[in-house]
């Protein structure tokens, strides 16, 4: 008989969906940065979430971008393999 970890082993290595980590993103970058987002305001590449919004609501997230990636890894730990940087 096999064990349930050997039945469930092939779905340890799924990613969260696109819009599970936007969502995220948005939340991260509002509380850190205090900059309000729409889902889809974010578009993800290679690592990177690339933020379509004003310059100064860039200038903002660039400012806070430390704090902003550290509430995205509190909020979504996994994303910590996913989003390297915000710009």
Same mark, same amino acid.
């Given at each position: 008989?096999?064990?349930?970890?050997?039945?469930?082993?092939?779905?340890?290595?799924?990613?969260?969906?696109?819009?599970?980590?936007?969502?995220?993103?948005? $939340? /991260? *970058? =509002? @509380?850190?940065? +205090?900059?309000? !987002?729409?889902?889809?305001?974010?578009?993800?590449?290679?690592?990177?979430?690339?933020?379509?919004?004003?310059?100064?609501?860039? $200038? /903002? *997230? =660039? @400012?806070?971008? +430390?704090?902003? !990636?550290?509430?995205?890894?509190?909020?979504?730990?996994?994303?910590?393999?996913?989003?390297?940087?915000?710009?």
């Amino acid at each position: 008989m096999k064990s349930i970890n050997d039945l469930l082993g092939r779905f340890s290595n799924l990613k969260p969906p696109d819009d599970a980590l936007k969502k995220a993103i948005i $939340s /991260a *970058i =509002r @509380a850190g940065a +205090g900059v309000p !987002l729409e889902k889809k305001d974010i578009a993800l590449r290679n690592g990177t979430a690339f933020v379509n919004a004003s310059s100064v609501a860039k $200038s /903002a *997230i =660039r @400012a806070k971008r +430390g704090a902003v !990636l550290d509430e995205l890894y509190l909020l979504m730990p996994d994303a910590k393999r996913r989003i390297r940087d915000i710009r």
